[in-house]
């Protein structure tokens, strides 16, 4: 296949997630989209710092783990301004979770997460809850950037307890 030729997988095309940041960020521009624009800049200086720290340009693997971690921050701060009855400012984090997602891989289904977790747990023999870390240690690297670690944690959370009644 050429070079200049993109395939598409789910309707975007499979540029990396860097050149697609960059593109929205020019298109963002012009179109005065100022949530955008700001969301976008911010992805890029987290990126740009990630990849001086690392000393080398960054993987589509390290930017959906910049991508999570940034996912992280926006609900934790969700949470903190609910609990504030801040909803101006849950609003605006909202809006700027949104155009984080756009540029993460499609979300396991939960059925698909079942099933990781049950295999993971057929795998290390895993029989109660104590072995919440073996269990975790197998899943995660499996459903990196297309899960979220605590509901996968309060998945086998629950499947080990309910092993252990």
Do not use: C
């Not at 030729?5 to 179109?31: F, P, V």
């Amino acid at each position: 296949m050429p070079a200049k030729e993109e395939r598409h997988i789910q309707g975007k095309s499979e540029k990396n997630i860097k050149e697609r940041i960059t593109e929205d960020m020019k298109r963002a521009l012009t179109t005065k989209d100022k949530v955008r624009l700001r969301v976008i800049r911010l992805l890029k200086s987290e990126i740009r710092y990630k990849e001086i720290e690392k000393r080398s340009e960054l993987t589509d693997e390290d930017v959906i783990s910049v991508l999570s971690s940034s996912i992280k921050k926006h609900k934790d701060s969700i949470e903190q301004f609910e609990k504030g009855g801040r909803e101006d400012l849950v609003a605006g984090e909202k809006a700027e979770l949104e155009v984080i997602w756009e540029y993460m891989p499609k979300q396991l289904e939960e059925k698909e997460l079942f099933q990781i977790v049950d295999e993971a747990i057929r795998e290390v023999n895993a029989s109660a809850p104590s072995d919440l870390g073996k269990v975790m240690k197998t899943v995660m690297p499996k459903v990196k950037g297309r899960a979220d670690g605590k509901k996968v944690n309060e998945l086998v959370s629950f499947k080990l307890q309910s092993m252990s009644e």
